[in-house]
């Protein structure tokens, strides 16, 4: 059963618009989520981070959102630059990130110029 | 900076060998992961390890071992190597950050198994 969900496999933004990626969970005991990029041939970069404690985490272009509610996370990067357009992968943990990582089937992002 | 580093870029087996995947990390960290990635599966976990000589399962250890006999070196072995683990592998480190477990990856290992 998959526990962390990226439904959209792709998704095209034009340069200098917002990115929104989104990523739903369904294990209640996640307590870090983290998002990470992705280029061909290389290995995940990690982005930024949120503990469940928070509902929002700013880091320069990059914002992510939290809500536990919903358990839904969504990653806003904007503006979007062309060096954007990778493989995001959303990842989540139990006990702060100590058994190993969680993850999405990644999502796409291809910024158009 | 931390680094991770897989020995191998690209490498290519035939069905039945014995592989040895290699990682090494500089920054003495505890805890180290083996991932494979697969189009349209993103990461799973195979095996990871808390310190020297221990190590545990991860979500689909079938097929693989590991060995930790140095903290800085975490070695992914396919027992019998065969098509369907065809895979991009990647070896992640990870210790606390304010509070968090911090992960860096290397930059992977494409393996072919023909």
Redesign the interface.
Known sequence: DQQ?K?NS?SLSVQEGRISILNCDYTNSMFD?F?W?KKYP??????LI?I?SIKDKNEDGRFTVFLNKSAKHLSLHIVPSQPGDSAVY?C?A?VY???????????THLIIQP | DVK?TQSS?YLVKRTGEKVFLECVQDMDHE?M?W?RQDP??????IY?SYDVKMK?K?DIPEGYSVSREKKERFSLILESASTNQTSMY?C?S?S?IR??????????T?LTVV
């Not at chain 1, 041939?41 to 990690?46: I, S």
């Not at chain 1, 702060?96 to 990644?106: E, H, S, Y």
């Not at chain 2, 349209?40 to 976990?45: D, Q």
């Not at chain 2, 509070?99 to 992977?108: A, H, K, L, R």
């Open positions: 962390v990226q496999p870090y983290l990470y041939a290389e290995g995940p970069t990690f981070s503990s992968f990842a943990s702060r990130g100590a058994d190993g990582l969680t993850f999405g089937k990644g | 991770v870029r805890n992961f991932y349209g599966l993103g990461l799973r976990l990871f545990e991860g990647l992640a990870s606390v509070g968090n477990y911090g992960y860096t990856f290397g930059s992977g494409r």
